[in-house]
């Protein structure tokens, strides 16, 4: 294997094929382990490898959308040796990330900012006056998202010099869905197409490197008719098929905005990629260039099963098997979500569920398997997902909308003007809220009580265990006001789930454990959804060390239950908040408001995510541990709050 990408461009094309081989052993092997996004990065062994042996990183820019498909890039880049740390603990991020590597020239996690980003340095490259070379790299699914499109209206009119490579393997994390990509399939296999692809690869074979670049420039004067028509020596100019909308597998979409369009090509054909990329470097316009590729190319398993070989976690190398799930496990916080949404959806016509390209990750197959009809997947869209969400509550139905606090994010102007500006009643059910730990800070959910609890109209919650979830979720599609429920990613906490859910008064906390009135120092501990089992086991230890201890499930962060918290901060000699969020905005801010405006004196320890960006990590547990979301940390900082030296432990995230 190479050690950096000055190596690559030394090797011949048979040297480079032995590589793309080697490659993919080391991708299969490397990630057995830890698993990680071994489908997509398969893939793209060979464009990777293209990539390099024609451009010249750092110098030239790559951006690669989602960037979940970088493991190849990362390879080629002088991270060979760390590769099998990918996604753990002090390891390699499992993205892009620009202060892992100056050959990684735009981080990112959530799709659908490569090209708005690439063409953001194409122009600055433009002021500059310098030469660099820009190439944008991005899925088919990341096509179906609106800032692709938004860039892509913009490029023709901003520079000349971009090259934009769809990778197009025909899958999202599921199948991809949608116009467009029924439009890429059409232009896949138009007959007359693939025919035109046929030719282009012949004349490209024909000539040597700088002459067929000569070539290709020069017919492809005039923009897409001339390009692969051109290209193609085929002498008809009307791709455009007879319906007048072009709609028809040809590439007009493109080439109405602007852009050159080149392809469809074989992303597995070496040489021909080398070959058209190096005509991609000399094109005075901007061009985008349609790649075909498979996902998980080179090994069975992945090839079999797409969607589950997207992302895994650990797997037998040999077999593509992954362990069973051990006996005794809690079921997952998304199959409960999915499996309520199908209970509440049989129950009451008007419930339906709403995905933006994750039916697995949300737990929304469910639906889609029990009642597709009130199923929707929107594609990696966000922003129209809770538009189209809110427009179908104005009629009526009651959407459950189900996406990652994370992703959630790109949706907050919809959230703020289409759905509580109008007190419409659309359900949220944000999985990933607190850490996605291996995925890291792009994929961690610890925002959104901050952000949508300074919204009017919002009711947001938070589950302490799955049968809570199911009962919010049952509550949500009885009130008349956007609601918002956040659980963590993962298996949940094993209590039982009751076959119907019940109601739960809005507003409303639950105390678990009061005071005993024994004495001791009385110290409330609130417990927000995953941190009230960390909570209990808290009031333990500190209950075994004669502490007066109280446990609150306050259930709600908006509105929180102001006369539970009041009156615990009235009786009690010290208050503990626990979330899994950030501190600042977060639930603890909620109930230093509350008592600010109720006077109520008592010191508020508050325990949560510090103002920083957390990083990835092996699990959870490890990233908890160090800042302090802990059991260990909850009772040292009471201990220390009461001068209670019998506390040996460490204070994480200051006193
Ligand atoms: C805003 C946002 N929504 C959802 C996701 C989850 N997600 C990660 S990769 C992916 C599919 C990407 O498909 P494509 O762009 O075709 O790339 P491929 O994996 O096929 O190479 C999705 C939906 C995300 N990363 N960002």
Redesign the pocket.
């Known amino acids: 294997m190479v050690d950096g990408p000055e190596h690559v461009k030394k090797l011949t094309v048979p040297q480079l094929q032995e590589l793309a081989g080697e490659i993919r052993t080391e991708l299969i092997e490397g990630l057995a382990k830890g698993g990680g996004h071994l489908g997509?990065n398969l893939?793209v062994v060979e464009l990777s490898i293209a990539l390099h042996k024609v451009f010249t990183t750092p110098k030239d820019k790559f951006v690669w959308?989602?960037s979940?498909?970088v493991y190849v890039h990362k390879l080629l880049t002088g991270r060979k040796n760390r590769f099998r740390t990918i996604r753990q603990t002090d390891g390699l991020n499992g993205f892009a990330l620009r202060t892992e590597s100056e050959h990684d020239s735009f981080g990112a996690?959530?799709?659908?900012t490569a090209l708005s980003a690439a063409l953001g340095m194409a122009a600055a490259r433009d002021k500059r006056g310098t030469d660099e070379n820009v190439v944008a790299i991005?899925?088919?699914?990341?096509l179906t998202n609106g800032i692709s499109f938004e860039a892509m209206n913009n490029v023709a009119h901003t520079t000349k010099k971009f090259i934009g490579i769809l990778?197009d393997?025909e899958?999202?994390?599921a199948k991809?869905v949608g116009a467009i990509s029924g439009y890429l399939n059409k232009l896949i296999t138009n007959p007359r197409y693939n025919q035109l692809a046929k030719d282009f690869e012949n004349f490209v074979r024909r000539f040597p490197k700088g002459e067929l670049a000569l070539k290709l420039a020069h017919r492809a004067d005039g923009g897409f008719k001339g390009a692969l028509t051109g290209v193609g020596l085929n002498k008809t100019n009307s791709l455009i098929e007879s319906d007048g909308r072009g709609g028809h597998g040809s590439p007009v979409l493109f080439e109405e905005m602007g852009l050159r369009y080149l392809g469809p090509i074989d992303g597995h054909d070496l040489p021909l990629l080398i070959s058209t990329l190096e005509f991609a470097k000399t094109c005075d316009h901007p061009i985008v260039i349609h790649v075909l590729t498979q996902?998980g190319k080179g090994y069975e398993a992945a090839l079999k099963q797409p969607e589950k070989f997207?992302g895994l976690g650990p797997y037998n190398a040999a077999t593509g098997e992954t362990p069973a799930v051990r006996p005794g496990t809690p079921p997952m916080y998304q199959d409960v979500m999915g499996q309520t949404c199908v209970k509440l959806a049989r129950k009451n016509e008007v419930v339906v569920g709403l995905t933006?390209?994750?039916p697995s990750g949300t737990g929304m197959k469910h639906l889609e398997k029990a009642m597709p009809e009130r199923y929707y997947d929107v594609g990696?869209a966000?922003e129209h997902g809770v538009i189209f969400a809110a427009g179908m509550a104005t009629m009526g139905l009651r959407p459950i909308v189900a996406i990652y606090s994370s992703?959630l994010q790109?949706a907050y102007d919809c959230i703020h003007h289409d759905v509580c500006l109008q007190d419409l009643p659309v359900i949220f059910c944000m999985d990933r809220a607190g850490l996605s730990a291996n995925d890291g800070p792009t994929h961690h959910g610890i925002f959104d009580i901050s952000y949508l609890r300074c919204f009017p109209n919002v009711i947001a919650m938070a589950p302490a265990n799955e049968d809570e979830l199911a009962d919010m979720m049952f509550t949500a599609t009885t009130v008349n006001h956007p609601t918002f429920i956040r659980y963590p990613r993962g298996a949940a906490e094993g209590v039982p789930v009751k076959d119907e859910p019940a109601l739960i008064e809005v507003g409303k906390a639950v105390v678990q454990h009061n005071f005993a009135n024994n004495g001791g120092r009385k110290v409330a501990l609130f417990g927000l959804g995953p941190m009230n089992t960390i909570a209990k086991k808290a009031a333990a230890q500190l209950i075994a060390d004669g502490y007066d201890v109280a446990v609150i499930n306050p259930r709600f962060t908006k509105p929180i239950d102001a006369a539970v918290h009041a009156q615990f901060g009235r009786e009690a000699d010290l208050i503990v908040t626990l979330e899994d969020h950030v501190l600042i905005g977060g639930y603890g801010s909620a109930v230093l408001e509350l008592f600010s405006e109720q006077s109520v004196k008592t010191t508020v320890v508050r325990i949560g995510w510090p103002d920083q960006f957390i990083e990835h990590a092996t699990t959870q547990d490890e990233l908890r541990n160090k800042y302090g979301l802990s059991v260990t940390n909850t009772v040292a900082k009471v201990k220390t709050h009461f001068g209670d030296t019998t506390s040996s432990t460490k204070l994480v995230g200051g006193a």
């Open positions: 997509p893939g959308d989602v979940h498909q996690g959530h799709a659908g991005f899925g088919d699914a990341a990778n393997n899958w999202s994390i991809n996902k997207h933006a390209a994750m990696i966000e992703f790109r």
